[in-house]
């Protein structure tokens, strides 16, 4: 099998499930070119390298991916294309998120954006989602009471991480049902696969700029209402910053709040969904971590590491040639860093497909590498910590009904699209 | 060893740690992890537990953190015999056992010395003795010298502007504390980092409203008729008052209590292997001592196999391993401790961290970021090759040049893509010159078989 064809096999819907032969059939030539001229990157040390490679740019518009990928500009912003938006251009078009971009740009806005996030200015954001985490997965399961089959995804890993960000950055929860179709349709319309081509591809992606210009059309109206009104949360204060940065521009604003919108709970999703499937999957485990819950945090990041809510993300290029392992990957050329295979890479991880508890997989590629790792990561560790404990707690014998889950087909953002179980019934809330 | 002993040894041996800081405590555990089920005793001249030191020149003088909160976590079961408050005085390697400062002995199979170093004292003993004069290394200085802070004195004086000195004085100005400092050399880091780096951080300083004075030293220290210190007296001719001072003149290594012992030991540490094996004093190495952390000094494949101390953490934690497990097994499982030294300070609002040895450069190079805004990355060359690197807020960049520091890649690096600094051509890293020691050992005995090194100890 050619470098190409593991690609493709490996980006294929049917192989969602399972991907990993094909990486590790990849990883024979850690960074390989695949079709179009991307460069593939498999190797754990090789995907390190690249990442903190300041010849790396993150910027789309450095690279010839855009070019490559049909229906052109996948930034989200706003395009000629999109009827109706001409007259938000001026104010909404032309800057990028900050996934999309390279430093300074991309420094200033994490900067701009951690001021309302993180520490040293906001220590106690975080933890103080603990206890409203708490009180909605509780909830959550109250209402499962008396069922003895329920879906992870859709009545629990779901429901979590989408109340956290929409509270976070102040977007009202009830319009939830809007943007979820949205945002899932948006991310089904980045296909990077071979199915891309096919007519269902096309209908999907042309479904998926629809879908993304209501989002930017949706956000774009909490902006403004943000900029007249106030509000609480992340967008009136980002409208409304006066740190030593100044304000980012109404573009960068958007495009920021779209990634922490989608990115702030799919991928969250994803690790809880796949915390719950690993465990299922691995007789012995539920029953070691109810026994010894110091060891959820340890779980959790293993997990990661062996199903990767990010497998990569599509943006990266290289801005001159740039030899490593053996090869030469030339000026301008797109390059997909693969987390999802750098995590199984043997040569970093000794027995890679093995899910251990033993395991310190805190080296593990889950949360990204270098100037862009996660932002959103300690937010993400915190809600799948409550959703994974409380779910070890109340969850009486849960089995699994099908194995695989069906996936999404992001290739992207992988997680289950459904998780049915079974159980035995849920415990009271008991003294928490 | 003898080899087939090795068993029996990793059963039923003795080994003795001197040192029961980060060094002695992670080469404990280490130890123990290799399998090691003999008996294990642990000395520290420190009355405490063992703490980790980079918190107490920022978050404990900053009043955050509480000097005695530092303890470093245990990674595991280490099953020793503590033996903490009491100094080791001497070492008997005849005899094969370590002499304690309360009259006892400790008998031992293996010996791993990690003694580290301690604050080098205001030379002047009567001036040190004043009150208000500190220096900081342990919890107990921290504790004593955060106490002053908090008392709010009404000018500070930091003596040396080395990391230390820098981040004391950082604290000071984030306490509202007007502070002075006195460096000898152009500016502050310039031993560590060079004078070009040095320029900017002297900015940093200024910027702060540090009154910072450079190229002068302190000639004396003047105290009150409490014997309180009031008064600096500087080689310029200045005078100043002052009411708390900090002497951050560097570090002295803990190697006095192996007088006699005929090791490897003086001014710049204890001489080793790569493998943390101990030199005796002809440069012939020992069996069964090894030495880890601070105090040890080896030589580095990458910097022209010079002989290298590095006063870094992950030296200490890194050395102890290789250190612990080449106590424990075969000739032809020892491993080398081949480190890539990392190093983080935080002062004025700047992460600042190097990663390689700056200082055995002789060129610089920004190269990335912009210098005006105190955010930048800076390659430093040696032979065209780079050698060492340092950032300023960009840390995240450090496994880059870490890459190409161990695959002794070209100097200047190849341009970065993006956030490409306003002027990165490659210019003199001007590192104050560095003081020669006295030689401390001489040779005697005519016939080349007779030859025979003898320590010169130097008055102390």
Redesign the interface.
């Given at each position: 099998m050619t470098p190409e064809q593991a690609f493709a096999e490996a980006m294929k819907f049917e192989n969602r499930p399972n991907p990993y032969p094909f990486f590790d059939e990849l990883r024979k030539t850690p960074v390989a070119r695949t079709a179009h001229g991307i460069y593939v990157v498999t190797g754990y040390k090789e995907i390190i390298a690249l990442a903190h490679d300041p010849r790396v740019s993150s910027d789309l518009r450095n690279g010839s991916l855009l070019a490559m990928i049909r229906g052109g500009d996948s930034s989200g912003a706003p395009s000629d294309a999109d009827s109706g938006m001409a007259e938000m251009l001026d104010k909404y078009g032309g800057d990028t998120m900050m996934i999309l971009s390279d430093p300074p740009d991309h420094s200033r806005m994490r900067r701009q954006a951690m001021r309302h996030f993180g520490p040293p200015h906001c220590p106690d954001l975080i933890p103080s989602m603990e206890e409203y985490s708490v009180r909605i997965v509780n909830d959550l399961l109250d209402k499962l009471k008396g069922k003895h089959r329920f879906d992870v995804v859709d009545d629990y890993a779901y429901p979590l991480p989408v109340a956290v960000i929409c509270k976070i950055l102040g977007v009202p929860v009830e319009d939830e049902k809007q943007f979820h179709v949205w945002i899932a349709e948006f991310l089904g319309g980045m296909d990077l696969g071979p199915e891309a081509a096919t007519e269902e591809g096309k209908r999907r992606q042309a479904k998926g700029r629809e879908s993304r210009t209501e989002l930017t059309k949706y956000l774009i109206g909490l902006i403004e209402r943000a900029e007249k009104k106030g509000g609480e949360g992340m967008i009136a204060q980002l409208v409304h910053d006066t740190g030593p940065d100044g304000r980012m521009s109404s573009s960068e604003i958007l495009q920021n709040c779209i990634l922490l919108l989608v990115a702030g709970h799919d991928s969250t999703v994803n690790l809880l969904a796949h915390c719950v499937l690993t465990l299922l999957r691995n007789p012995g485990s539920i029953d070691k971590l109810r026994k010894r819950p110091e060891l959820i945090p340890r779980a959790i990041e293993e997990v990661l590491r062996l199903e990767s809510s990010v497998q990569f993300f599509p943006s990266r290029s290289a801005l001159s040639d740039i030899e490593i392992a053996g090869t030469t990957i030339p000026s301008g050329a797109p390059i997909f860093l693969m987390y999802t295979a750098g995590n199984r890479d043997p040569a970093q991880f000794p027995d890679p497909n093995t899910f251990s508890l033993e395991r310190d997989a805190k080296e593990s590629l889950g949360w990204g590498a270098g100037v862009h790792t996660c932002f959103g990561g300690p937010l993400a560790r915190l809600e799948v910590n409550v959703g994974l404990e409380t779910f070890l707690r109340r969850v009486r014998n849960p089995r699994l009904v099908v194995d695989p889950p069906p996936y999404r087909p992001s290739q992207i953002f992988r997680g289950p699209l459904h998780c049915e179980i079974e159980i035995d019934g849920i415990e009271d809330r008991g003294a928490s | 060893m003898i080899t087939r002993s090795l068993d029996a040894f990793k059963a039923n041996g003795q080994i003795v740690i001197v040192g029961a800081s980060l060094a002695g405590l992670r080469g404990a555990e280490a130890l123990r992890d290799e399998g090691f089920g003999g008996r294990l005793t642990i000395i520290g001249d420190e009355p405490h537990a063992p703490y980790d030191r980079p918190p107490l020149s920022k978050q404990v003088l900053e009043g955050w953190v509480k000097a005695d909160r530092t303890k470093l976590p245990h990674r595991r079961e280490i099953d020793a015999d503590w033996r903490l408050g009491v100094a080791a005085t001497g070492l008997d390697r005849t005899k094969k056992l370590v002499r304690l400062g309360d009259g006892t002995e400790v008998p031992f199979d293996r010996l791993l010395i990690t003694t580290g170093v301690r604050a080098r004292q205001w030379p002047n003993p009567a001036e040190a003795g004043l009150e208000g004069v500190f220096t900081v290394r342990t919890c107990d200085d921290a504790a004593r010298l955060q106490a002053a802070l908090a008392a709010r004195p009404r000018r500070v004086l930091i003596i040396g502007a080395g990391y230390i000195g820098s981040e004391m004085a950082s604290v000071c100005r984030k306490l509202g504390l007007d502070v002075t400092v006195a460096e000898r050399a152009a500016a502050p880091l310039a031993g560590a980092l060079g004078n070009v780096i040095g320029a900017i951080a002297a900015e940093m300083q200024r910027d702060a409203g540090v009154d910072l004075r450079t190229g002068v030293s302190v000639s004396a220290l003047e105290g009150d008729s409490r014997g309180h210190v009031c008064r600096a007296h500087l080689s310029d001719g200045t005078r100043l008052d002052v009411d708390l001072v900090l002497a951050s003149l560097g570090s002295i290594r803990n190697v006095e209590w192996l007088d006699g012992a005929r090791l490897a030991a003086g001014y710049w540490g204890l001489g080793c292997d790569a493998g943390c094996r101990v030199f005796d004093v002809h440069g012939v190495v020992t069996d069964d001592i090894f030495v880890a952390g601070d105090v040890a000094r080896s030589p580095h494949v990458l910097f022209g196999y010079q002989f290298l101390s590095m006063e870094h953490w992950d030296n200490a934690v890194l050395g102890a391993a290789v250190a612990a497990h080449n106590m424990v097994c075969e000739e032809l499982d020892r491993r080398a401790h081949l480190l890539v030294p990392t190093n983080w300070s935080g002062q004025f609002g700047v992460n600042i961290k190097s990663v390689g040895v700056p200082s055995f450069g002789d060129e610089i190079a920004f190269?990335?970021?912009?210098v005006t805004?105190r955010?930048f990355a800076a390659a430093y060359g040696r032979n065209g090759r780079i050698v060492g690197a340092v950032t300023f807020n960009q840390g995240?960049?450090?496994?880059?040049y870490e890459?190409l520091i161990m695959r002794s890649s070209p100097f200047p690096p190849?341009?970065?893509?993006?956030?490409v600094p306003a002027d990165a051509r490659s210019v003199p890293a001007d590192f104050p010159p560095r003081g020669v020691g006295a030689p401390d050992v001489i040779l005697t005995g005519h016939d080349p078989n007779e030859r025979q090194a003898e320590l010169v100890q130097p008055p102390r």
């Open positions: - | 190269t990335q970021g912009a805004e955010r995240k960049w450090l496994q880059h890459a190849p341009p970065a893509g993006f956030d």
